[in-house]
Each structure stands twice: as structure tokens, then as C-alpha cells.
């Protein structure tokens, strides 16, 4: 299950200290039994159930830095929670400082530099509809109700990778609060090593309270979907991965495995278009020639598109993820996804396939923080029910799914989306940039300040 993130003990609490404190904050402090408490310690999944000692709602830079330093001096593990949407649950602690982040939510846009300037409490379709405004975005991720900052720090990858590459390729600079309560720019100008680290490395280096983003031209995109027929799942699957091994970089896509009424699995296509559009219809021709049952891809608005799979997502459900990168989809590959999405414990649960490739895949390795570069998929086991009861079998279906995937899988995984799955996991999801973050790391954080996330312990 979920590891849960508390410190060994909680401090004690002086009302008068506590009361100083909150008169210098510029935002809000609340703790237990205050209004809005259980509200701002609610995370996107459900099967986590933390709480805060205090909860800090910053109305800006100052008041993180100021939360940074009070807890830091008053030994509290601190917790930072931006979206709420990371599945493992580290944006809240029990007995801890909570620092969310929803009240910074400012974005200014120049489109002439074809640049925005974002707050880290911002969601992807707050970003999105201000950059749109102009005719323009920034790669993010797929589902418009994600934080913007997880997303980025993790590396982001979204429905522009192809053309544009991940979150983290398009940040040109960001301003962060580290573990010595200094607020410091991070570029390539500024703290390089640092700004080397926040792309790719999550939450381990410091409080990010300002992101600036390089825009693209992005107008209306060819997108949506195609359904295959049950009884062709298993060509859909091959002739899927020989299709996007070589398509255009306009071209970005996801596959996902169900099932139909009868339990037989099924495949469907997702796809992202963001070139011209007449060039985009010849480019989606193979696909759409190998006979979908459904065909749902047409003009679109791109914030459309980056909405249009948030209704699978309600809050209040719980979540248990499997996550690792596939670069071929062998026919014993295959065998087990079809198996298992035959085997799915509901219809909320999903199996999907998000291809990286070009401009994404094109970075060197050492280049940011985030190592997996090169032409993959991105298998997510994503398991979602309601009832507590039904915990043990659908947590169950998602180890037993990894297990037996893990064979044809290349070692590795999506920092954004691992769980709660122990150091050598973490070490996967940092690669062969861990040595390198774990020094970093020892500059800005060397007493491991910032742990409540997927951690990178300070180089000795």
C-alpha cells in the first residue's frame, strides 16, 4: 500500500509561537477543527487519509519562504502540495507543516517572447486557457485538472512531446525557495546545477514558486480517438507500435486497453495532431485504413483536447499505480496486456500507452534530470474504485499485471507516476542522473529537508 509520511515525532505546538508566526503570513494557517482544514488536506486519491499538524496557504514568495524557515527551525517534516494529483500522496503528511500552494495561481503571458510566467498552484487548464488566449501553449500533461508544478518538476509528458518535447524541455526558468529558506532563481544563467535538477528531479531541491515556460504556436489540432474491434485487439496492439515507431513528430499518441460488455478486451487509439491539418488527415490515414469500429478524430480547440479526459478522473476515488516503459510490444508482451485488461477489476480502471518520441526522445540523456530518452511507451496500470472493500483485489490485479509485464519491460519508470515502491524504485525513476541529483541534492539540501516525495538522499 501507500507508505505513509510522518515523522518519528511530532513537535510540540506552542499556541503563542504558532499564533506569531500566522501574523507575519500574508496567507492563511489552519489547523484542525478550522474551516477549510479537511478540504485543503484532501489529496486527488482517495486512500490517502493524512493530517497536518498545520496547514499554510501562501499568498506568495514571502510567505514560502517564511513556512520554509518555520519549519525548518522548528523541526516539522514539511509537505508541499501543488494539484494534489500525485498518486502517492506526498503533497500532505500527518503531524506535519502542509504548504499548499491552490491561492498562487497568478499566469502573465507575453506573446510577442512567446513566453508565461506561472504560479506553482496553477492546474494544466488554467495554463492552458492564458496561453490559448494568444494562440499558443506549452507542453504539459493530459488531464487539465493536474498541478502544473508536479507535472514539470517530474518531466511532463503530454500530448505535444513529439514536436515540442516534455514540461521540463520548454522551462526556461523558475524561482525557488530551498532548504536554507533563500529564494533563488534557477536558469541557465542562475544556479545552472539547480535549474539542471528541478527538470526531472520532482520535489527533492526546494519550494518552486514561479515557473516561466517557452510557448509554441499551437492553433486547432486533429484529435480524438479510434476504436478497434474486439477481434482484432491484438493486431490493433502490433500494428499501433509499427505505426508510431516511425510517425511524423506532429503526431503524438496514446492506446488504451479495455474491455467490452462480454469481458473480450478491447483497443483504442487516442491521437494528437498539432501541424496543419490537411497534412495531419494524410498522416492519420494508415490508422484510420486498418479499420476502427469508432472514429471520434476531428478540429479541435487543444484545451478541448487537454480536457477531455478529466470526467475519468472524479475526486473522491481511490487509486493504486503501476507504471514502466515498454520499447517493443512483442507478442508476449501483448499476451499479458490483453490478459489482464480481460481481468480488469472495473471499468474505471485503466490501461494505457502514452508514446514518447521525438523531440521528447531527442534530448540527451544528461542533458535535464529526467533520464528515459529515447523512442518508448509509457505503460500506466491505473487501477480506480469507490469502495474501501474493494481495496485488496483491485491493488492486487494492478502487482499482479506489473509482475508479469516486468519481463518485457526496459528498467525505468515515470517519476510522476510511481507510488509509494521503495529506494531502488526511486533510483530507477532517477536513472543514471542519480548520482549527479544525489550531489546536488547535498548543495541545496543537505540535511534532506525536502523528503516527503520521491526522495533522492543527499550525496555523502
Same mark, same amino acid.
Given at each position: 500500500?501507500?507508505?505513509?509520511?510522518?515523522?518519528?515525532?511530532?513537535?510540540?505546538?506552542?499556541?503563542?509561537?504558532?499564533?506569531?508566526?500566522?501574523?507575519?503570513?500574508?496567507?492563511?494557517?489552519?489547523?484542525?477543527?478550522?474551516?477549510?482544514?479537511?478540504?485543503?488536506?484532501?489529496?486527488?486519491?482517495?486512500?490517502?487519509?493524512?493530517?497536518?499538524?498545520?496547514?499554510?496557504?501562501?499568498?506568495?514568495?514571502?510567505?514560502?519562504?517564511?513556512?520554509?524557515?518555520?519549519?525548518?527551525?522548528?523541526?516539522?517534516?514539511?509537505?508541499?502540495?501543488?494539484?494534489?494529483?500525485?498518486?502517492?500522496?506526498?503533497?500532505?503528511?500527518?503531524?506535519?507543516?502542509?504548504?499548499? %500552494?491552490? @491561492?498562487?495561481?497568478? =499566469?502573465?503571458? !507575453?506573446?510577442?517572447? &512567446?513566453? *508565461?510566467?506561472? /504560479?506553482?498552484?496553477?492546474? +494544466?487548464?488554467?495554463?492552458?486557457?492564458?496561453?490559448?488566449?494568444?494562440?499558443?501553449?506549452?507542453?504539459?500533461?493530459?488531464?487539465?485538472?493536474?498541478?502544473?508544478?508536479?507535472?514539470?518538476?517530474?518531466?511532463?509528458?503530454?500530448?505535444?512531446?513529439?514536436?515540442?518535447?516534455?514540461?521540463?524541455?520548454? %522551462?526556461? @526558468?523558475?524561482?525557488? =525557495?530551498?532548504? !536554507?529558506?533563500?529564494? &533563488?532563481? *534557477?536558469?541557465? /544563467?542562475?544556479?545552472?546545477? +539547480?535549474?539542471?535538477?528541478?527538470?526531472?528531479?520532482?520535489?527533492?531541491?526546494?519550494?518552486?514558486?514561479?515557473?516561466?515556460?517557452?510557448?509554441?504556436?499551437?492553433?486547432?489540432?486533429?484529435?480524438?480517438?479510434?476504436?478497434?474491434?474486439?477481434?482484432?485487439?491484438?493486431?490493433?496492439?502490433?500494428?499501433?507500435?509499427?505505426?508510431?515507431?516511425?510517425?511524423?513528430?506532429?503526431?503524438?499518441?496514446?492506446?488504451?486497453?479495455?474491455?467490452?460488455?462480454?469481458?473480450?478486451?478491447?483497443?483504442?487509439?487516442?491521437?494528437?495532431?498539432?501541424?496543419?491539418?490537411?497534412?495531419?488527415?494524410?498522416?492519420?490515414?494508415?490508422?484510420?485504413?486498418?479499420?476502427?469500429?469508432?472514429?471520434?478524430?476531428?478540429?479541435?480547440?487543444?484545451?478541448?483536447?487537454?480536457?477531455?479526459?478529466?470526467?475519468?478522473?472524479?475526486?473522491?476515488?481511490?487509486?493504486?499505480?503501476?507504471?514502466?516503459?515498454?520499447?517493443?510490444?512483442?507478442?508476449?508482451?501483448?499476451?499479458?496486456?490483453?490478459?489482464?485488461?480481460?481481468?480488469?477489476?472495473?471499468?474505471?480502471?485503466?490501461?494505457?500507452?502514452?508514446?514518447?518520441?521525438?523531440?521528447?526522445?531527442?534530448?540527451?540523456?544528461?542533458?535535464?534530470?529526467?533520464?528515459?530518452?529515447?523512442?518508448?511507451?509509457?505503460?500506466?496500470?491505473?487501477?480506480?474504485?469507490?469502495?474501501?472493500?474493494?481495496?485488496?483485489?483491485?491493488?492486487?490485479?494492478?502487482?499482479?499485471?506489473?509482475?508479469?509485464?516486468?519481463?518485457?519491460?526496459?528498467?525505468?519508470?515515470?517519476?510522476?507516476?510511481?507510488?509509494?515502491?521503495?529506494?531502488?524504485?526511486?533510483?530507477?525513476?532517477?536513472?543514471?542522473?542519480?548520482?549527479?541529483?544525489?550531489?546536488?541534492?547535498?548543495?541545496?539540501?543537505?540535511?534532506?529537508?525536502?523528503?516527503?516525495?520521491?526522495?533522492?538522499?543527499?550525496?555523502?
Amino acid at each position: 500500500m501507500i507508505v505513509p509520511f510522518a515523522p518519528a515525532a511530532f513537535p510540540r505546538l506552542d499556541d503563542a509561537v504558532v499564533s506569531a508566526f500566522h501574523q507575519t503570513l500574508s496567507g492563511r494557517l489552519l489547523r484542525p477543527g478550522n474551516e477549510g482544514y479537511d478540504a485543503a488536506r484532501a489529496v486527488f486519491n482517495a486512500m490517502i487519509d493524512r493530517r497536518p499538524a498545520l496547514i499554510i496557504r501562501p499568498a506568495d514568495a514571502e510567505d514560502v519562504r517564511r513556512a520554509v524557515d518555520f519549519a525548518r527551525e522548528h523541526g516539522f517534516a514539511l509537505a508541499v502540495k501543488g494539484g494534489g494529483h500525485n498518486v502517492a500522496g506526498t503533497a500532505v503528511c500527518d503531524g506535519g507543516l502542509m504548504l499548499d %500552494l491552490s @491561492a498562487m495561481r497568478t =499566469v502573465s503571458v !507575453d506573446p510577442a517572447r &512567446r513566453i *508565461a510566467v506561472a /504560479d506553482p498552484g496553477l492546474l +494544466l487548464g488554467d495554463l492552458d486557457r492564458a496561453t490559448q488566449a494568444h494562440g499558443l501553449a506549452t507542453p504539459l500533461g493530459v488531464v487539465s485538472v493536474t498541478g502544473i508544478a508536479g507535472l514539470t518538476l517530474g518531466g511532463g509528458l503530454g500530448w505535444l512531446n513529439g514536436k515540442h518535447g516534455l514540461a521540463c524541455d520548454n %522551462l526556461l @526558468a523558475a524561482d525557488v =525557495v530551498t532548504a !536554507d529558506g533563500e529564494l &533563488r532563481q *534557477a536558469s541557465n /544563467d542562475e544556479n545552472p546545477d +539547480l535549474y539542471w535538477a528541478i527538470r526531472g528531479g520532482s520535489g527533492n531541491f526546494g519550494v518552486v514558486t514561479s515557473f516561466t515556460y517557452r510557448l509554441h504556436p499551437v492553433g486547432p489540432v486533429l484529435a480524438g480517438g479510434l476504436a478497434f474491434p474486439p477481434e482484432r485487439a491484438r493486431e490493433a496492439l502490433r500494428f499501433y507500435h509499427e505505426f508510431t515507431a516511425d510517425c511524423p513528430e506532429e503526431l503524438s499518441t496514446t492506446a488504451g486497453l479495455g474491455m467490452d460488455a462480454v469481458g473480450r478486451p478491447t483497443v483504442a487509439v487516442g491521437a494528437c495532431w498539432s501541424g496543419p491539418l490537411d497534412a495531419g488527415e494524410r498522416a492519420l490515414r494508415p490508422l484510420r485504413a486498418f479499420g476502427p469500429v469508432e472514429d471520434g478524430i476531428a478540429p479541435m480547440a487543444y484545451g478541448a483536447l487537454q480536457a477531455a479526459n478529466d470526467a475519468g478522473f472524479p475526486p473522491g476515488r481511490r487509486h493504486y499505480w503501476k507504471s514502466s516503459w515498454l520499447i517493443d510490444l512483442g507478442e508476449d508482451a501483448v499476451d499479458v496486456l490483453l490478459r489482464f485488461a480481460a481481468e480488469k477489476p472495473s471499468t474505471a480502471t485503466g490501461i494505457g500507452l502514452q508514446r514518447m518520441h521525438g523531440a521528447a526522445a531527442r534530448v540527451d540523456p544528461a542533458a535535464t534530470a529526467f533520464p528515459h530518452r529515447r523512442a518508448q511507451h509509457e505503460l500506466l496500470i491505473l487501477a480506480q474504485w469507490d469502495d474501501p472493500a474493494e481495496s485488496d483485489r483491485h491493488v492486487g490485479w494492478a502487482r499482479a499485471f506489473f509482475e508479469a509485464i516486468r519481463p518485457f519491460a526496459a528498467r525505468g519508470v515515470y517519476v510522476n507516476d510511481l507510488g509509494g515502491e521503495g529506494a531502488d524504485r526511486v533510483r530507477e525513476a532517477y536513472g543514471a542522473n542519480y548520482g549527479r541529483l544525489a550531489a546536488v541534492k547535498a548543495k541545496y539540501d543537505p540535511t534532506n529537508f525536502f523528503r516527503l516525495n520521491q526522495n533522492i538522499q543527499p550525496a555523502a
